[in-house]
């Protein structure tokens, strides 16, 4: 097995221990200032970002929120949330950052590029290009591709590719007593 898939096993088997999200949470926010569009069913959130959803935070410097224009006890119902600018979402165990990201609540994946960085468990930490969060398993995976959205790069920028285009990173390593594991299940 070459390198780059086993390193892209390893990141997926310690994401998946992961508790699953509650992506049917309410979603709070603040921001420095909200801009209402209605008629396009959206809002641009602006300045210190700050999503929170149950255990799950999300932070960035501009966010757009789509909705789908229906109303359930007064409330917009949320589809997609697009944020950009020093992006940074932290989960129980676990802190994602990168340039841009796409929270799609139906799909319930978030999908983080522009120079992403995974921290787990305070010393496991894993840099590509690009990082798909799925919140119902927990699973993450990463790769060192520059992602591309369906008409060229994301807007408001380019997005560049981990450098060579390859995923990096360091894992922790148990500590040992006389050389023996610490580990009871040798």
Same mark, same amino acid.
């Given at each position: 097995m070459n390198r780059p898939?086993?390193?892209?096993?390893l990141v997926a088997g310690t994401a998946h221990a992961q508790t699953r999200h509650d992506?049917?949470?309410? #979603?709070?926010?603040?921001? !420095?200032? #909200? %801009?209402?569009?209605?008629?396009a069913n959206r809002a641009v959130l602006?300045?210190?970002?700050? /999503?929170? %959803?149950?255990?799950?935070?999300?932070n960035a410097q501009r966010m757009t929120v789509a909705y789908?224009?229906?109303? /359930?006890?007064? !409330?917009?119902?949320?589809?997609?949330?697009?944020?950009?600018?020093?992006?940074?979402v932290r989960r129980p165990n676990q802190?994602?950052?990168?340039?841009?990201?796409v929270y799609d609540l139906n799909r319930r #994946?978030?999908?983080? #590029?522009?120079?992403?960085s995974l921290e787990q468990g305070g010393s496991n930490t894993v840099n590509g290009g690009r990082l798909t969060l799925n919140l119902d398993t927990g699973r993450a995976v990463i790769d060192g591709s520059a992602a591309r959205a369906a008409n060229g790069p994301v807007s408001g920028g380019t997005v560049t590719s981990a450098p060579s285009g390859r995923v990096s990173g360091t894992f922790s390593v148990p500590k040992r007593a006389n050389g023996a594991s610490t580990d009871s299940k040798n």
């Open positions: 898939a086993l390193l892209l096993l992506s049917t949470a309410p #979603i709070d926010f603040g921001a !420095n200032q #909200i %801009q209402l569009q209605d008629k602006t300045g210190n970002v700050a /999503v929170k %959803q149950a255990e799950m935070t999300l789908t224009g229906q109303v /359930v006890d007064g !409330n917009p119902q949320v589809s997609r949330l697009d944020a950009a600018g020093g992006v940074v802190v994602a950052k990168s340039q841009y990201a #994946i978030i999908t983080m #590029i522009g120079g992403v």
